[in-house]
């Protein structure tokens, strides 16, 4: 069985996450010509990394209520993209296959899978959300 990561670990891959935040803002203001996806999509996928660098910074200094916030923010920005792909307008260089449903077009399937996804990302992400709100604030001192 694994270990779960220790603190040198979390601090690694909020720097990971946070680097590639900063590296997708710069693709969507740059706006290069091979961009697949809307601005506003790019920055949000940019946000998700920062929401999961900042998830992973937070419990590393152990700060473990304080990381459920940016927790959330990820599982809310991940549900924006799947939505994206799944009923955002025009079509999308996406394709799947599933036994038996060969005679629905792979976009479609695609789009599919990404809807179910995105319903299942929007459940998780109104149960952390509805998780944050009925937290009780700690005590100063520390007391239960």
């Not at 603190?7 to 091979?34: E, K, M, P, S």
């Not at 920005?77 to 260089?93: E, L, N, S, Y």
Request: net charge positive; with cysteine; charged share 15%.
């Amino acid at each position: 069985m694994s270990r779960p990561p220790d603190r040198r670990q979390r601090l690694a891959g909020a720097v990971w996450c946070l680097g590639l935040a900063v590296a997708l803002a710069y693709v969507a203001r740059a706006g290069r010509a091979g961009l697949r996806a809307p601005p506003g999509v790019v920055y949000l996928g940019a946000a998700t990394y920062a929401a999961a660098g900042a998830t992973l910074l937070l419990q590393a200094l152990g700060y473990l209520r304080a990381q459920a916030v940016p927790a959330f923010l990820m599982g809310a920005g991940m549900t924006g993209i799947a939505g994206w792909v799944a009923f955002g307008p025009g079509p999308r260089r996406c394709q799947a296959s599933f036994g038996g449903f060969g005679f629905i077009p792979p976009e479609r399937l695609c789009r599919t899978a990404f809807g179910i996804g995105a319903l299942l990302l929007g459940v998780i992400a109104w149960l952390m959300l509805r998780a944050l709100l009925r937290r009780e604030p700690e005590s100063p001192d520390g007391a239960a």
